[in-house]
């Protein structure tokens, strides 16, 4: 149980065009779910936290209208990266929280590898 | 905020040794401290948490402690196999399940 899927599970594309990353719980509904950013040999950066039904919460430092997410079901985030760039580059990893234990575990998905050109 | 931090950075240890991770916290009002293992390439698999009711929680090879005077969780697995060569991350979060923090990473190194 508490399986998180992503997809892609990695991407290269152009410099300037923008990237769609889907989070899903597969086994269990979410109202809340978390984007995560990983550069090499460091730890996890919240970006965000995605609500269900309504607008997600940013971290400071992190651009709401470049990082656009969109938490339209109780099973499905998604993290748009608008006008990448390179240093964009980076494994993002989302996280969601099994509404129905009322508990504060976060099982992670198996990340998403963005490389941009 | 709350601020997170592990020790130590790397850790090599022989195949059937003990390893022992430590994380200290700044917030006293941490009440969630997990421990998750991210192989390389991949997501964080979580192995064992805690919460601030308990004192210390075990797992086959795995135990965490909890000191919440002192504001320090530790990881201990025993009888270490090459496969438990890992970075392994601590996190804390607060009051009414809050962002999770996380501590800056243990790279694992189990030789056989």
């Known amino acids: 149980g508490a399986v998180v899927s992503q997809h892609p599970s990695r991407v290269i594309c152009k410099s300037g065009t923008s990237v769609k990353i889907e989070c899903r719980s597969l086994d269990f509904q979410a109202t809340t779910m978390f984007w995560y950013r990983q550069f090499p040999k460091q730890s996890l950066m919240l970006m965000a936290t995605?609500?269900?039904?309504?607008?997600?919460?940013?971290e400071q430092g992190v651009e709401k209208d470049k990082f656009l997410i969109n938490h339209a079901s109780l099973t499905l985030s998604t993290l748009t990266v608008t006008s990448a760039h390179p240093e964009d580059s980076s494994f993002y990893i989302c996280?969601?929280?099994?509404?129905?234990?009322?508990?504060?575990?976060?099982?992670f998905g198996p990340g998403t590898r963005l490389l941009v050109l | 905020g709350e601020n997170v931090e592990q020790h130590p950075s790397t850790l090599s240890v022989q195949e059937g040794d003990s390893a022992v991770i430590k994380c200290t916290y700044s917030d006293s009002a941490s009440n969630y401290f997990p421990w998750y293992k991210q192989e390389l390439g991949k997501g964080p698999q979580l192995i064992i948490d805690i919460r601030s009711n308990v004192g210390e929680k075990k797992d086959q090879r795995i135990a965490v402690t909890l000191n919440k005077t002192a504001k320090h969780f530790s990881l201990h697995i025993t009888e270490t196999q090459p496969e438990d060569s890992a970075v392994y991350f601590c996190?804390?979060?607060?009051?009414?399940?809050?962002?999770?923090?996380f501590g800056q990473g243990t790279e694992l190194s189990v030789k056989p």
């Open positions: 996190a804390a979060s607060g009051p009414q399940g809050g962002k999770l923090i």
């Open positions: 996280s969601a929280r099994d509404t129905g234990t009322h508990q504060e575990t976060q099982y």
């Open positions: 995605s609500n269900e039904g309504s607008k997600a919460t940013y």
